[in-house]
C-alpha cells in the first residue's frame, strides 16, 4: 500500500473559495451589494476559465446579473465556460460576442437560436454539448459543477435567506451543486423584506445578493388563447381523447406546449365529459399551471398538478386551489424543474406534444436552418424511460402491444406525436429527410439535432387518422403507417395504397370513422373556452392575463 | 390568387338536395365552400380561388379523392381556399357534403 503523500492539499477549492470571498469584501456590506457594485463585485471574484451558471430558465432569468457580467472588462473577466439551461437575454450573447464568455453548455436557446447559430459559425463560441434539462442539472454535480452561479430570486432577508416564489425552477438544483462544491451563490432579488412568506434557500448557502433595480424578467410561455384554436385541432384532440386516452387509460401525463394539446385541455370537460371518461383519464399531470388547463380542473377532472415552472397571471388561481396544485405553507406555488422533469420521465405514462417536422422513421425536430434552439425538456418528457419498474395499465397495454405478444418484461410509455400534415401551404409536417441533417453539418455538430427519437413515439395522430407504431413489425410497416397519416404531402401521397389499407384493417392505422368520429362533430363549440376571457369566467375571476392577452 | 377549374368523374347521387349551400366563412381565416347544382350528373366540376401559387398539384389530389369517395356528380362546388391547408379544404368538403346528406 503507497502512503498518503505527506504534502498533498485537501481543500484547495475551499481555499480558493476564501481568495474570492477575500477580494469580495470592498463591495459588499456582508451579505448585500449595491446595485453600483456589482460589476466590480464580480471582477474581483471571477477568474479567467471560470465555469459560471448565469442562472436563466425558460421563464424567470437573472437579468440584472446577466447585464452586470456583460459589462465586466473583458481584460479581467474572460473565457469564461457557461453552464446554463436557457440562452435566451441579448446580454446571455453579448458574453460571447465580447469575449467575456467562451464555451458554453445548454439545453435551449430559443429566442437567441438565430444569434447563436451565427456566433458558432464565425467561430465565436465553443459549445460543449447541447442537452436536455435534467441531462445537464446531472452534469452539475458530475464533470459541470458551476465554480460560480447569479441566480435569481423574488426576495431576499437581510441575513440571505431567500424566497423564489411561484418560479422556483432551475434555482434549488443550480445552489445544490455550486454551494456544496465550495463555489460561490450571488443572488438578484426583486425585494429585501424583514419577513420572508417561507425561506427556500437558507442563508447558509447564499454568499452575495443584490435587490436588483428592476423586477427579474418573466415571459407568459405557455398562455395559448383559445381564439386561435382551429376546427382540425379539435378534431384530432377528439381522436387523441377517443383513440388514446379512454383506450390506455392514461391517468397520469405531460402536455406540450401548443395548440394541438390546449385543444385536449379545453375537450376534456365536454367531449371526454361526454365519453364518461372523468375520473378514468387525465388526473395526474407533470405540466406548468396552463391557464387553458383550468376549464378541466373546475370540472374535476384534474385532480393534481406538479410544475415545472410557473406562469404569469395564474398565481392567485393556484393559490385557491392547493389541492390541486403544490404550494408552500403561505400559499403561493412550489414549482421544481428537476423534480418536474424526474416526474414527466419516470412518472407519466403519457406525453403528447406537437413538432414541426417528422421523417419516415418517427424521428422529430423542432430544429430549422439558420437556427440553434436546443431541446428544453421535451426529449424527458418524450421517451421511454428504460430504468422504470412499477407497471400501470396504460403502460402494460403499450408494452404488450409493442411485444406482440412474445414473453413480456417491461411496459411501454406512450409518446404521441400530434401533428397537422402541413403548418401551412408549401411547409409540409412530414418529410424525406429532416432539416435537423442540414443543421449539423452547418454547424458542425456530432449528431443531427433530434427531438424524439422515432423508436420512442408510440403513436402519431394527424386530421387523417392516428397510427398506432407499437404494432408495427417492421421498419417498412412503420414507414407506410406513418406515410398513411401524412396527407397530402408529398410523404404522404407516396403511400403504397394496399399496404396502408391493410394496416386499416389491422387497426396500426385509424380513421376518424373508424373510432366512431363524426368529423361534422368537429367545431369550436366543443371548446369549454373559446377565449382568454372565458378562462379568466371559468377561474372565477381569479386567473388574471398579462395584458397582451387582454383583448377585450 | 390563383384559379382552378377541374372536372371530375363521380357518382351521383339523386337524394342530395341540390339547393345552394354555403358552408365555412372566409373572414375567419377559414375556408368558404359554396354548392351547386352542376350541368353534368356523371361529372363534379371545382371552381377553386386560391391564395396559395403552384400548389394545384396538391389540389388535384384532394378533390379527386373528395369526387371518388363521395357521390358528387352533378354538383358544382366553389371554393375560395383563404390560404387553407390541404386539412381545412378536406375538412370542409367532407362536412359540405355531410350537410348536402342531411338537409
Known sequence: MNAPQPHRVWNQEAQRRQARLQRSVPFAHGKEVAPADMVSLLEALLEPGDRVCLEGNNQKQADFLSESLAACSPQRVHDLHLVQSVLALPSHMELFEKGIARRLDFSFAGPQAHRLARLVQSHSIEIGAIHTYLELFGRYFIDLTPQVCLIAAQAADAEGNLYLGSNTEDTPVIVEATAFKSGIVIAQVNERVDRLPRVDIPAGWVDFFVVAPTS???????????????????LMAMMAIKGIYAEYGVERLNHGIGFDTAAIELLL?????????KGKVARHWALNPHPTLIPAIEAGFVERVHSFGSEVGM????????????????????????????????????????????????????????????????PNMGSDARGRRHASPAWLKAGRERSGGGTQVRGQKLVVQTVETWHEPHHPTFVERLDAWQLMEDMGMALPPIMIYGDDVSHVVTEEGIANLLLCRSPEEREQAIRGVAGYTPVGRARDRTLVENLRDRGVIRRPEDMGIDVRDATRDLLAARSIKDLVRASGGLYQPPKQFRNW | METLHLELPSLQDDTLSPQTLLHGVVSSGNLEVLVEPG?????CVFEVQTAAHGFSEVWQAVLCDFASRHPVGGLTFSIHDAGATPAVVSLRLDQAYQSLRTS
Open chain 2, 39 to 43: 350541368p353534368d350528373a356523371a361529372r
Open chain 1, 315 to 378: 398565481e392567485a388561481y393556484v393559490a385557491a386551489r392547493p389541492d390541486v396544485f403544490f404550494t408552500g405553507a403561505d400559499g403561493s406555488l412550489r414549482s421544481n424543474r428537476a423534480f418536474c422533469q424526474t416526474a414527466g420521465l419516470y412518472a407519466c405514462d403519457m406525453f403528447i406534444g406537437s413538432t414541426l417536422q417528422m421523417d419516415l422513421a418517427g424521428n422529430s425536430s423542432t430544429a430549422t436552418l439558420g437556427r440553434i434552439t436546443g431541446f428544453g425538456g421535451a
Open chain 1, 269 to 277: 370537460p365536454t367531449y371526454g365529459a361526454s365519453l364518461g371518461l
Open chain 1, 216 to 234: 427579474n424578467h418573466i415571459e407568459p410561455l405557455f398562455t395559448r388563447d383559445p381564439r386561435h384554436i382551429t376546427e382540425i385541432q379539435v
